[in-house]
């Protein structure tokens, strides 16, 4: 696609439930990056993906969380028994090998735990 | 570990003044990269400028520019002839290759544009 692509837009679960969030990033892209904005703040790192490369999940806030990237393409980022303080939106971002280029980032998927 | 600090949460500037929005990072590594990034209320974060860090001369894209001072890890950005269509949060982010490439950004400052 033209761009990174996220789904769902918005999701609503109750506490407890696990959630999945799906990101399709830039085709041909090597790098993927996960990050948690919660309201009005910044971008807190959570995982990235680069190549074949073992994952840096240095920033995943507790073992609820988890992602993978199949094929080098496509990254589902799972939350497992939600809990209220995981609201927040989850960008993705992509980007190229080549040092310095641009991380374009998808719409975000908005979780609300209700 | 590197991290990257914006201490001003929130500015306002009035149309077609002048703001300067700060940024500092703490790294050890010598070669790295450095962004700043808007999120408008549509939350699409867009790059507005980069700068390479073996790059003495400070970058600029029409109205935004930067003043890059790197023995003071200091990277801060000037929007002149500030639009309405500038409010939005800006972010400041460092990425270095030595360390695997990890994209790390700073907190944001909010920037609003008044009329």
């Known amino acids: 696609g033209a761009g990174v692509s996220q789904s769902p837009s918005n999701k609503v679960t109750e506490k407890g439930k696990d959630v999945e969030l799906r990101c399709d990033p830039i085709s041909g892209h090597t790098a993927l990056y996960w990050y948690r904005q919660s309201l009005g703040q910044g971008l807190e790192f959570l995982i990235y993906?680069?190549?074949?490369?073992?994952?840096?999940k240095s920033g995943l806030p507790s073992d609820r969380f988890s992602a993978e990237r199949t094929g080098g393409s496509v990254s589902t980022l799972t939350i497992q028994r939600t809990q209220q303080e995981d609201s927040a939106v989850y960008l993705c971002?992509?980007?190229?090998?080549?040092?310095?280029?641009?991380?374009?980032f998808g719409q975000g998927t908005r979780l609300t735990v209700v | 570990a590197q991290t990257v600090t914006q201490s001003q949460p929130e500015m306002s500037v009035q149309e077609a003044e002048t703001v300067t929005l700060s940024c500092t990072y703490d790294?050890?590594?010598?070669?790295?990269?450095l962004f700043w990034y808007k999120q408008p209320p549509s939350r699409q974060m867009i790059l507005v400028i980069r700068?390479?860090?073996?790059?003495?001369q400070n970058a600029t894209e029409n109205r935004f520019s930067v003043n890059f001072q790197k023995a003071a890890k200091s990277f801060s950005l000037k929007i002149s002839d500030s639009q309405l269509g500038d409010t939005a949060m800006y972010f400041c982010?460092?990425?270095?290759?030595?360390?695997?490439?990890?994209?790390?950004f700073g907190q944001g400052t909010e920037l609003s544009v008044k009329p």
């Open positions: 993906f680069q190549g074949n490369s073992a994952p840096d």
């Open positions: 790294t050890s590594e010598n070669n790295y990269y």
């Open positions: 982010a460092f990425i270095n290759y030595n360390q695997g490439g990890k994209l790390i």
């Open positions: 700068q390479e860090a073996y790059k003495q």
């Open positions: 971002a992509s980007s190229s090998l080549y040092p310095g280029t641009e991380a374009f």
